[in-house]
């Protein structure tokens, strides 16, 4: 389970430049929650994934995930539990090195270094069949450096090797937004298997409100640093794009500058 905890995270303090990118922000997202964060740009959504992550730390407020408070502690330390997944495909692996050399440290990820070589026929033979879940033909692939595949091969394998050990909780920062319409749908189903079969606690930041309703059981509405909307349920499931805007203006009190944008 994550909880966030009435955290503020401003950047520039005291300058002229100063942003309050978290306004007192909570939230709770048990075991196996899935949930789709939209709004416009500038709204808070890939600054509460940092803070999250480790990346940003907070002025105020604490986070806590499986009941342990991680607040303190740096990105490095947290990766144990937390997977993150980017928009540029090229972020999620190590491009010079094989589709099969990048699963063997996905494996170990999180145990104790050794000096045992990682790769064996059993593991290769598990990385076939993993692989070919994907249906990408990267099966018959093992030896191809991954800076050889498109994005959306990439994207595919790094959701793959976040599976592997699981994480307590994946962040997915607009990881289709850089691939092809085609592509792209193609890797958020892919996205949504996994996540439910491994039933893998997960937040998915999209600028696509469609996506946003369908993708998860859970869309959160973040403006100005704050969550304005919280949408689940039947509430959620009946929810169209269209209403969904009309929410808005209600709740934020102003016209919507970036419908625009959230509608690609």
Known sequence: MLEVLEVTKIFNQGSVNEKLALNNVSLKVPPGDFIAIIGGNGAGKSTLLNCVAGVYP???GRIFLNGEDVTGLPDHRRARDIARIFQDPMMGTAASMTVEENLALALKRGAKRTLRW????TRRRLFREKLAMLKLGLEDRLGTPVKLLSGGQRQAMTLLMTTLIQPRLVLLDEHTASLDPKTALKVLELTRRLVEEN???????????EQALRVGN????????KIILDLQGEQRENMTVPGLIEMFHKVSGEKMQTDRILLT
Do not use: A, Q
Not at 118 to 121: F, G, I, R, T
Not at 199 to 209: E, G
């Open 218 to 225: 859970r869309t959160i509405m973040m403006h100005e640093g």
């Open 199 to 209: 039933n893998i606690t997960s937040l998915m930041v999209t600028h696509n409100m």
């Open 58 to 60: 907070v002025e105020r």
């Open 118 to 121: 990682s790769l064996n026929e």
